[in-house]
């Protein structure tokens, strides 16, 4: 069986940190090769990726979008096939918790939410990390929860330079895309 993970969020808000940290210290995992497309500043220019194999059976492509507005398209794209039609089998919304950033989450969930429609979180499972809890402008739980309207998804407050619970939110989402898939609710 084979996954589509994207993490998904505003630029700069961990997305590439949190899949290096499982990368480089989540053991009992067989991991691929992470593949890096950054640009001239260091920051994500399309897409990062990394394979992730739990069993020889069950597989997971782990991919984080580019954040910043002008790859928009990108991050469409990399949610759909060829054909328009959505791609994707689970989604990790990596939100950034400082307030000054709040306006970049509304409108980088509003924009996932247009493109996958009624589908996310129903047909497509999303897991949201709230990340860069440790900052000393970082917005509460109970503030990003109901200003983002994600009361019904699973929340994980993270910081993913130290791997704080960066692992606990993969695995609820691969938990939910593996369940989705073969109970098909």
């Known amino acids: 069986m084979h996954f589509k993970i994207v993490y998904y969020g505003p630029t700069l808000s961990g997305k590439t940190t949190a899949l290096k ?3 480089m210290n989540v053991k009992g995992l067989k991991k691929g090769k992470f593949h ?6 260091g920051r994500t220019l399309f897409f990062d990726y ?3 194999s739990t069993t020889e059976n069950v597989i997971f492509d782990v991919f984080t979008v580019a954040g910043a507005r002008r790859h928009r398209v990108v991050r469409q794209a990399l949610l759909r096939d060829k054909d328009g039609s959505i791609s994707v089998d689970g989604i990790v919304f990596v939100v950034d ?3 000054r950033r709040i ?3 509304i409108e980088c969930l509003k924009e996932l939410r247009e493109v996958l429609g009624d589908k996310l979180g129903k047909e497509i499972p999303i897991v949201f990390m709230l990340n860069k809890q440790d900052l000393w402008d970082a917005m509460s739980k109970k503030d990003l929860v109901r200003i ?4 019904d998804f699973p929340v994980v407050e993270t910081v993913a330079v130290r791997g704080k619970q960066v692992a606990k939110a993969f ?3 691969a938990r939910e895309v593996i369940l989705k898939k073969l109970y098909k609710f």
């Open 21 to 23: 940290w499982l990368y």
């Open 36 to 41: 890096e497309l950054k640009g001239s500043d």
């Open 50 to 52: 990394l394979p992730i």
């Open 97 to 99: 918790s400082s307030r």
């Open 103 to 105: 306006r970049e989450n």
């Open 148 to 151: 983002l309207d994600i009361e």
């Open 171 to 173: 695995m609820m989402c």
